[in-house]
């Protein structure tokens, strides 16, 4: 396994002291990065955090791949229901893994497809039911609470739709349910019901959930080998122990983050991989740094209203989308460009001479040179323009290297967290707009916040627009 991360381009001999870091101050900042290590290390240790460890629970693995074995062949389709770090991990696998919707021809025939109801939009729910068919259809809900709005209402119009099918009885056999597995509605539903279930630790975050079984249940399901995801992400969680940073990409690249946004004030991560496969990884990683790092109190109670907005964008596709607003706009933000250095097939290109300057240079080549080519002449440009970045290159996407690099991004989203000095395992910020939801819809108990909804209505219906 060969991940890499390089950060040149982030110092201030290349973009300059302005916008760049001195290896003074790098050198300065090591200890706290040290410390990080160690106070993330002793509490993983007594099971405070548990993602480090999700690589090496082979009992999980196991029974989710006996389970996948028993059911095999009976499924062209997993639909999964979930949202968030319930449906994010699964999509950055199949993303990586199978290849980007709607492009997996080359897989569609050998293994089911997955289908992610992460939405409750009506049209995209009842569209994605027309795609499948009930008979072929094993349906996977996660969620580690058991109660979340979206993923209940999407389950119980799938669970409808198995039901009118199959009867009641046979659709009990087509539900896996992912959960938590002392506490929640989806729980007691799933041994009411008889669903096979599977649980994930408690202390394992939502978002930090991808190599439990949220992740790992739905990627065994439509045949990925698991074994090796998790192989590479336990290679990789050795490497994040590591105190030296030369081989700790996870704790260098935290490290160099944490100064550039505080030192810098870059406060816009842009994730920029160089491969589509990397698109839905992109977009995970958007979720776990947005809700991990954006903290209104730090560890001490102090409001410091920390984090960096994630954007994910796409290379080459947004250079010709996004590139002159990240040349010319706003010098508010740090470039993470995501590499791969070897392809399955390199794309070759056809050799033409039709005395035509704009494609006969092109002909003989490879799709992948000019992907890296693009990738490299777009770090040069901005670096150019003294826009400081950054960047992760994987030999390659495959099981190991994808597990790998899952498992760095949490990582160093954790050492992040200790460097802010917020905890950022939790998620306070989301609640109220669930609670006022709770309240719109009618759950009892949240009849207070139907109320407090209220009085915000009348408050906007005062507000005289001339
Ligand atoms: O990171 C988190 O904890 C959240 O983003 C959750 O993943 C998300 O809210 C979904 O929660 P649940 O799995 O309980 O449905």
Redesign the pocket.
Known sequence: MRIQFDPINLYAGMVGESHGLTPAELRIARPEALAALRDFQAAARQDVYGFPHLPFQKSTATSILDYAEEVRGTYDTVCLV?????ALGAWALDCALRGPHPVQGRFSKKFPRLVILDNVDPTFILDALQSMDPRKTLVCV???????AE?VSAFLIVRDWLENELGAKKARKRIVAVTSEHRGDLKEMADSEGYTTFYLPENV???FSVLSAIGMAPAALIGLDIKKVLAGAAEMTGLCWKKDLKVNHALNAALHHYLILTRRGKSVQVAFPYSNRLWGTAFWFR?LWA?SLGKALDKDGKQVNAGQTPVAALGTTDQHSQVQLYMEGPNDKVFTFWGVDKFENAGGIPKVKTGRAAFDYLGGQTLAKLLNAERKATAAALTAQQRPNCAFTLDRVDEVHVGAFLQLMEFETAFMGQLLNIDAFN?EG?ELGKKFTFGLMGRRGYEEFSQQYKAYEQKRSKIVVR
Not at 82 to 86: L, N
Not at 142 to 148: E, H, N, Q
Request: aromatic residues 0%; charged residues 15%.
């Open positions: 979930g949202i968030g770090g319930s996660a969620a580690k609470s058991g109660a979340t993923t975050g939502g978002r979720q809700e998620q989301v």
